[in-house]
Each structure stands twice: as structure tokens, then as C-alpha cells.
């Protein structure tokens, strides 16, 4: 009977059963997004779109993943984006002439279906991206990975992390900055900013569009070639490359070419008047015009300073360089 008793009171005594807290939502739950996102590829293709604007329309390109992109001035009053094999392309319009009402200030970004608009989620993306856009347009561009080509506008100013940029055309001005590329630019007129990393800069045949203009040109390890550039203050910088600069000297005008490690040479009309001041470390200077020497001094640290005056000196050349050569030769 004992044992009886014990046996049906063991179900009391029994450890009730462990419980579990919910189990946690799976990882996956949050939306987090890539950067950039890929666009799907159910959605990729070409396609083609176009937008009425004023024809002096400021048009912004805030995202370019990845493209071979080209821009180009028309006498249409209308932008049109072509991409091909890449996302599609949306219009957003934040504000309109308030007379004729067309769009002055146009986003052009990537649209893709079902997704929340971020900056990230908007970069474009294609094989190739082909813009047209009035004469008129001011552009502001930025980019991943891109080659850009843009012609004929009025005013760019465009930032990239790797890639070369080629201008022409360009009649207000010019802020182009690349970190791993070349930067050219061609028959434009205005401010102009060029800089690169790792690359090299061309300009031709570049001219002030008002008084007070300056023209800067800036690498850390490439050359710096300037032809027919007629701005009246120019500043070029190279760390470890050669500068070579081949016009004329305007006067009033006030120039600087400076180098580390490179050589700065100088190919001007044998008539020139200017002041040169030079400082060459432990490089050396020569020149095949002949100049008026001023003064001449070597520093305590062994550095060499020589300034001298052709003509009238009717501008200001500074020359610098740490370990280059220093070289002005005949036109």
C-alpha cells in the first residue's frame, strides 16, 4: 500500500517542464543595403528618357557607380539619358522657372521598383550612359568608377574616385577632380581646378572668361602639361612629376610652378618680359634666354635662390623645385 501511495504521488514531484523564450527574429529581418545596391537584373536593360527644360537648367548627377559615361551639348531644350545595360533612369525636378515654368534644377538618379529611396540606392549604373543637355547646362557630377567625356556645355564641376575625365568646350568653368586617372582639358574658358592622385593633366588652348580667373593644376604623382593656357595667375603643383608649361607670360600676370622631385620646364617667346625667382634645392637652373641676374644666395640648408628680370619684367615667375631641374628654353 506504501508503495502504491509513493508511486501515485511521483507525477507531483516531477520538474514541470522547461520553457523557452520566443525565439528571436531571423538576422535576415533588418533591410540593410548594399552600397550601392545592384540594380536587379530582371530590370537591367537599355532604355532612354527625356525631359523639357529651361535652357540654362543646372542638372546634378549626385551617384555614378559604375559607366562609361559621355555628355554632350545640343541646341534642344531637353535633356536625354541613354543607359545601356544598367538601370533605369529617373527625372527629379526641384524647381522650376517660375515664367515659363520649365525645370532649372534637375536630379538625375537611378529608379528601381520596390525600393526606398537612399543616396545610395540612387546611383546610376550601366555599360554605358550617353547625356544630352542644352549648351546652356551647368553639370555637377559624382562618381565611382567612371571614364567621363563631356562636351560643349557651360560649366562642370565633377568629382571622381577613379577614372580619367576629358573636357571640351566648356565656356564657364571648371572644377574636375579625379583620384586615380588623367584629367584633359580642351578650348575652354573660365576658373579652372584640375587635380588627380595618380595621373596626369592636360590643358590646351584654356582662357580666362573674366578678370581675376585663376587656373590650378595639382598631382601627386604624374606630369602637368600646359599649352596656350592664357589665365594670367596660374598655380600648377606636381610632387614627383615634370611641369611643362609652353606660352606666354601676359603682363601683370602672376605664375607659380612647383615640382619636389620633377623638372620644371618652361618654353616661352625669346621677347618675354618677366621677374624670375627660382628656388632649386639641390637641383639646377639654366636658361637659354638671357636675363639680368638680381640676386643670388644658397641658404643654410644648401638651398639656391636666384631671381633675375627679362625684358621690362612686366610679370611674376616663381620656380620651385627640392631635387629637379629648373629649364627655360625658346619657343
Same mark, same amino acid.
Not at 22 to 46: D, I, L, T
Not at 111 to 124: D, F, K, N
Given at each position: 500500500?506504501?508503495?502504491?501511495?509513493?508511486?501515485?504521488?511521483?507525477?507531483?514531484? =516531477?520538474?514541470?517542464?522547461?520553457?523557452?523564450?520566443?525565439?528571436?527574429?531571423?538576422?535576415?529581418?533588418?533591410?540593410?543595403?548594399?552600397?550601392?545596391?545592384?540594380?536587379?537584373?530582371?530590370?537591367?536593360?537599355?532604355?532612354?528618357?527625356? @525631359?523639357? %527644360?529651361?535652357?540654362?537648367?543646372?542638372?546634378? @548627377?549626385?551617384? $555614378?557607380?559604375?559607366?562609361?559615361?559621355?555628355? /554632350?551639348?545640343?541646341?534642344?531644350?531637353?535633356?536625354?539619358?541613354?543607359? +545601356?545595360?544598367?538601370? &533605369? *533612369?529617373?527625372?527629379?525636378?526641384?524647381?522650376? &522657372?517660375?515664367?515659363?515654368?520649365?525645370?532649372?534644377? #534637375?536630379?538625375?538618379?537611378?529608379?528601381?521598383?520596390? %525600393?526606398?529611396?537612399?543616396?545610395?540606392?540612387?546611383?546610376?549604373?550601366?555599360?554605358?550612359? &550617353?547625356?544630352?543637355?542644352?549648351?546652356?547646362?551647368?553639370?555637377?557630377?559624382?562618381?565611382?568608377?567612371? !571614364?567621363?567625356? $563631356? &562636351?560643349?556645355? +557651360?560649366? *562642370?564641376?565633377?568629382?571622381?574616385?577613379?577614372? /580619367?575625365?576629358? @573636357?571640351?568646350?566648356?565656356?564657364?568653368?571648371?572644377?574636375?577632380?579625379?583620384?586615380?586617372?588623367?584629367?584633359?582639358?580642351?578650348?575652354?574658358?573660365?576658373?579652372?581646378?584640375?587635380?588627380?592622385?595618380?595621373?596626369?593633366?592636360?590643358?590646351?588652348?584654356?582662357?580666362?572668361?573674366?578678370?581675376?580667373? *585663376?587656373?590650378?593644376?595639382?598631382?601627386?604623382?604624374?606630369?602637368?602639361?600646359?599649352? +596656350?593656357?592664357?589665365?594670367?595667375?596660374?598655380?600648377?603643383?606636381?610632387?614627383?612629376?615634370?611641369?611643362?608649361?609652353?606660352?606666354?607670360? @601676359?603682363?601683370?600676370?602672376?605664375?607659380?610652378?612647383?615640382?619636389?622631385?620633377?623638372?620644371?620646364?618652361?618654353?616661352?617667346?625669346? !621677347?618675354?618680359?618677366?621677374? #624670375?625667382?627660382?628656388?632649386?634645392?639641390?637641383?639646377?637652373?639654366?636658361?637659354?634666354?638671357?636675363?639680368?641676374?638680381?640676386?643670388?644666395?644658397?641658404?643654410?640648408?644648401?638651398?639656391?635662390?636666384?631671381?633675375?628680370?627679362?625684358?621690362?619684367? /612686366?610679370?611674376?615667375? /616663381?620656380?620651385?623645385?627640392?631635387?629637379? =631641374?629648373?629649364?627655360?628654353?625658346?619657343?
Amino acid at each position: 500500500m506504501m508503495a502504491l501511495a509513493a508511486a501515485a504521488q511521483t507525477p507531483a514531484t =516531477k520538474t514541470p517542464p522547461k520553457t523557452y523564450p520566443p525565439k528571436p527574429a531571423p538576422k535576415s529581418e533588418p533591410v540593410v543595403q548594399p552600397e550601392p545596391p545592384e540594380f536587379p537584373r530582371e530590370h537591367r536593360g537599355s532604355g532612354e528618357k527625356a @525631359l523639357a %527644360v529651361d535652357p540654362n537648367v543646372n542638372i546634378k @548627377l549626385p551617384c $555614378i557607380s559604375q559607366a562609361r559615361v559621355t555628355v /554632350n551639348g545640343w541646341q534642344r531644350d531637353e535633356i536625354r539619358v541613354f543607359i +545601356k545595360n544598367g538601370s &533605369d *533612369v529617373s527625372f527629379k525636378v526641384h524647381e522650376k &522657372d517660375p515664367k515659363s515654368g520649365k525645370p532649372v534644377w #534637375v536630379l538625375i538618379t537611378q529608379q528601381m521598383p520596390g %525600393v526606398r529611396a537612399t543616396p545610395l540606392s540612387e546611383c546610376l549604373s550601366g555599360d554605358r550612359i &550617353d547625356i544630352e543637355v542644352p549648351y546652356g547646362a551647368t553639370l555637377a557630377i559624382t562618381g565611382r568608377e567612371t !571614364e567621363t567625356r $563631356i &562636351d560643349s556645355v +557651360k560649366k *562642370v564641376s565633377i568629382k571622381n574616385l577613379g577614372g /580619367n575625365v576629358a @573636357l571640351r568646350n566648356i565656356s564657364g568653368g571648371i572644377a574636375a577632380e579625379t583620384y586615380e586617372g588623367d584629367v584633359s582639358v580642351e578650348s575652354s574658358g573660365g576658373q579652372i581646378s584640375l587635380r588627380t592622385s595618380t595621373g596626369n593633366i592636360i590643358a590646351y588652348g584654356v582662357s580666362p572668361g573674366q578678370v581675376g580667373d *585663376v587656373f590650378k593644376a595639382g598631382t601627386s604623382n604624374g606630369s602637368i602639361t600646359l599649352q +596656350k593656357v592664357e589665365h594670367r595667375q596660374i598655380e600648377a603643383n606636381s610632387v614627383s612629376g615634370t611641369l611643362v608649361f609652353n606660352g606666354k607670360f @601676359l603682363p601683370g600676370g602672376l605664375y607659380a610652378f612647383k615640382t619636389s622631385n620633377g623638372t620644371v620646364r618652361l618654353a616661352i617667346p625669346e !621677347e618675354s618680359s618677366c621677374k #624670375v625667382v627660382a628656388w632649386y634645392g639641390y637641383g639646377t637652373f639654366n636658361s637659354d634666354i638671357p636675363m639680368k641676374t638680381l640676386t643670388e644666395d644658397v641658404s643654410s640648408e644648401g638651398g639656391k635662390r636666384f631671381s633675375a628680370i627679362m625684358g621690362a619684367g /612686366n610679370a611674376t615667375v /616663381n620656380l620651385t623645385t627640392s631635387s629637379g =631641374k629648373l629649364l627655360i628654353t625658346k619657343q
